[in-house]
């Protein structure tokens, strides 16, 4: 696999100092992406997901960051590169898209500005109508109806899917070959999601577009991704196939965020279950298996670290993070016939 | 734009006619305000104050004494008590000295407090943001009347750097001009200089948080690209607003200073009126001075639109 890998991250670990004490945002991340693979990412807020996202394009360097590990590009390292050469990456071979269209959009300059400009820094031979052409074939090629007359708006007279349409054609202004979409749906109504993850598939199929898909929703999850990490307290607690996630679920984690999903081939439950309690602050993890506390299978072995291992015979490239044995899972995953965190009856 | 211009004159002729009537009332409630005993001087015989009275129109009522005070504010034919002189000839001698000083020491201010509020902002947290932030609070603690003292003391008296007072007309010889002015416009724009970095430099680290310069880094813009292009502009807004109000309201006379290096000024002939209880004169600089204020408000508006073009003048916000 990486002979042909895109982008391998290894053992990233990103700190901050905050006035609160240090906190481990990040801790031993590593995966591997093959050209126009879509990986999604899961979790939680503050389960280090989108700080992971930022960090393989250098967003997160700032004087209280610190950043350990190894992202490499093609073969080359990104940590430790410097800022031009950090630049030259940005937009011209990742592309970013962030949550909010709304506010990732300068409000004062015109939306074709803001691509063009995205263009002529990575190639400053471009002439400023040249850019103008290459940004209303871009917005036209996400969809936007009459490219060359809403080139010229400005952002606050797009609705919102466009303006994430816009922000897609931004980042693919220079052909990228690795999307990042940091929660790219998670802003917008249900339907305008649905287009904006159709038009994120139809780019990967059409351009071999490899993406990295940051959400919290498993249904966007579903729809187009082939890999899935879900992490928890800035570490990856499961990692596996898009199918050995969601039929096979080992981490109890994964059961919660499964069992919490409304599903259209069952009886609809009386409440919709959900993962009691709430994430754990990053300042004060628990000692061991940082989802301990709000486990329902909890037992002695938790307080030590359980490490992120293949422990199923038949698929070695499903990685989880629990010291339940497998067959013990499934039988408690399935009681009462629903994926969740039920605890067995006594 | 057409409806804006109209809905403003409309505002402005109110905002005038409304600081008129309290001033002039104001001034008709003040104890001791009486302008006859005051011109009639310290010995008057109560044949001259009735004289007095009688010639100026001060039996009149309120109302009618308004009305025709207002009347010759407008053609120019106002009469001060104290001295006797045409208001409006002082107030135009006057001007030239006023906006020199406030142009002069606007350039300063401005100049100097966006680059302090720039490089505090970029250098956040570090050495020069530190000593700029020092030099920042120094200067907007120091109080006008003693920084000007100080400065005269060691730069014109002691040394003789610079003149202590006077002003020379631009027309007549511009480097005496400038010369004369130095003073004024450093101890005047020490006065805004601090307060308008720290604005900028609080504008500046709010707007970098913003979701928009997180994309401008992450479409590869070099650094100084983001700080110059997305976020420098986004944070004049809140100085604009500042530099508009302050700038009207110093047009309308630079009291303390203009006082003290005597420059002549709009400023200082209102310090005189007010020593003097001499109404004409202070209603005449007072409309002259809310002018401004109102004028310098709707190039606000103005620039606001030009800056950030989700606002559009002349719709009402709904």
Redesign the interface.
């Known amino acids: 696999m990486s002979a042909e890998s895109l982008l391998s991250v290894r053992d990233l670990r990103v700190g901050f100092v905050t006035e609160g004490g240090r906190l481990q945002a990040v801790d031993g991340v590593s995966f591997e992406l093959t050209p126009g693979e879509v990986l999604a990412i899961v979790g939680e807020s503050g389960s280090g997901k989108s700080v992971t996202a930022?960090t393989l394009?250098g967003?997160t360097r700032s004087?209280n960051a610190r950043i350990e590990g190894s992202v490499r590009l093609r073969g080359s390292e990104l940590i430790e590169a410097d800022?031009?050469a950090l630049?030259?990456?940005?937009?011209?071979q990742i592309?970013?898209v962030?949550q909010?269209p709304m506010?990732?959009?300068?409000?004062?300059y015109r939306i074709g500005a803001q691509i063009t400009?995205?263009i002529r820094?990575?190639r400053p031979q471009t002439s400023k109508s040249q850019g103008r052409e290459r940004a209303i074939e871009l917005l036209d090629s996400v969809g936007i109806p009459n490219a060359a007359q809403r080139i010229d708006d400005?952002p606050?007279e797009f609705s919102g899917g466009m303006r994430q349409r816009a922000?897609i054609a931004?980042?693919l202004?220079?052909e990228p070959d690795l999307l990042i979409a940091d929660e790219p749906t998670t802003a917008l109504d249900v339907t305008v999601q649905a287009q904006i993850l159709a038009l994120l598939a139809r780019l990967n199929r059409e351009r071999n577009l490899a993406t990295i898909l940051i959400t919290h929703d498993l249904g966007v999850v579903a729809e187009v991704a082939d890999r899935v990490l879900v992490m928890y307290g800035g570490r990856v607690v499961e990692r596996g196939t898009l199918d050995e996630i969601f039929y096979d679920p080992q981490h109890p984690y994964t059961w919660g965020l499964l069992g919490s999903l409304t599903r259209m081939d069952r009886d609809r439950p009386e409440r919709l279950p959900q993962i009691s309690g709430a994430p754990p602050s990053l300042l004060d993890l628990p000692q061991g298996c940082s989802f301990r506390p709000r486990c329902p299978h909890e037992f002695g072995r938790c307080s030590q670290l359980p490490g992120l291992e293949a422990r199923l015979a038949d698929a070695p490239s499903h990685l989880d993070r629990c010291w339940l044995e497998p067959e013990e899972k499934r039988q408690r995953r399935l009681v009462e016939g629903e994926i969740g965190l039920e605890a067995p009856a006594p | 734009m057409g409806r804006f211009v109209v809905r403003r004159l409309f505002g402005t002729v109110f905002v005038l006619f409304a600081v008129s009537l309290l001033t002039f009332l104001i001034f008709n409630v003040v104890p001791n305000s009486d302008p006859a005993a005051r011109m009639a001087g310290k010995n008057a015989t109560p044949e001259l104050i009735a004289s007095i009275n009688e010639e100026w129109g001060f039996n009149d009522s309120l109302p009618t004494q308004y009305v025709t005070m207002m009347k010759k504010i407008f053609t120019g034919d106002l009469i001060s008590y104290e001295g006797r002189e045409p208001v409006d000839e002082r107030i135009v001698e006057g001007i030239p000295a006023t906006i020199s000083l406030c142009i002069g020491a606007a350039a300063i201010w401005m100049f100097f407090g966006i680059l302090f509020g720039y490089l505090s902002a970029v250098r956040a947290?570090g050495w020069l943001d530190r000593t700029l932030t020092i030099v920042a609070v120094a200067g907007i603690s120091m109080p006008v009347f003693w920084l000007a003292a100080i400065l005269l003391n060691y730069l014109a008296y002691e040394t003789g750097i610079f003149p202590s007072q006077g002003y020379t007309k631009l027309t007549e010889n511009p480097l005496d001009w400038a010369y004369h002015l130095i003073l004024p416009w450093v101890t005047l724009a020490i006065l805004y200089l601090g307060f308008y970095s720290r604005v900028l430099r609080s504008s500046m680290l709010d707007v970098m948080n913003?979701?928009?310069v997180?994309?401008?880094?992450?479409?590869?813009?070099?650094?100084r690209?983001v700080m110059r292009?997305?976020v420098t502009?986004?944070s004049l807004i809140p100085i604009v607003t500042l530099f508009g109000l302050d700038f009207g309201a110093l047009l309308g006379g630079a009291i303390l200073i203009e006082k003290i290096f005597s420059l002549n000024g709009v400023g200082q002939y209102a310090e005189e009126a007010l020593a003097n209880f001499d109404l004409p004169p202070i209603m005449a600089i007072t409309l002259y001075g809310a002018f401004f204020v109102v004028l310098f408000n709707s190039l606000v508006d103005i620039a606001y639109a030009y800056?950030?073009?989700?606002i559009r003048l002349g719709e009402s916000a709904q």
């Open positions: 930022q394009i967003l004087p800022d031009e630049r030259k990456v940005r937009g011209a592309g970013m962030f909010d506010t990732s959009f300068n409000p004062v400009e995205a820094a990575h400005y606050h922000m931004m980042a202004a220079l | 947290g913003e979701d928009y997180r994309t401008a880094r992450a479409k590869g813009l070099s650094e690209r292009k997305h502009r986004n800056l950030d073009p989700r």
